[in-house]
Nanobody, 124 residues
Framework: QVHLEESGGGLVQAGASLSLSCTVS????????MAWFRQSPGKGREFVAG????????VYADSVKGRFTISRNNPQNTVYLQMNALKFETTAVYYC?????????????????WGQGTQVAVSS
């Protein structure tokens, strides 16, 4: 059974940094792309960042380019999201996801397995 577990969320002030982690179990980790999505209250799920299976290719939403960095540690079955210069509008539940692609896409329908999410709240 595939399981994704996020951690690292919390309450921070605007301008601060936060690092999220997602550990995957139950499947071979290093042959599939990984991604982070987020969902704010009253909004749909939004792509944040994605990384290819080997980590060599990353893709970001325009809203986070230059502030967020996605990375992965394949031996530890973990993907990370480093978030810097957080803004109030960054507040959301952040989810990691994986599917069967080599490269990350921005479409949530391409992802099959999802974590339960971790809450990130940014105070202004």
């Amino acid at each position: 059974q595939v399981h994704l577990e996020e951690s690292g969320g919390g309450l921070v002030q605007a301008g601060a940094s936060l690092s999220l982690s997602c550990t995957v179990s139950g499947r071979t980790f290093d042959i599939y792309a990984m991604a982070w999505f987020r969902q704010s209250p009253g909004k749909g799920r939004e792509f944040v960042a994605g990384i290819s299976r080997g980590g060599g290719t990353t893709v970001y939403a325009d809203s986070v380019k230059g502030r967020f960095t996605i990375s992965r540690n394949n031996p530890q079955n973990t993907v990370y999201l480093q978030m810097n210069a957080l803004k109030f509008e960054t507040t959301a539940v952040y989810y990691c996801a994986t599917g069967f692609n080599d490269f990350a896409t921005m479409t949530d329908q391409d992802y099959v397995y999802w974590g339960q999410g971790t809450q990130v709240a940014v105070s202004s």
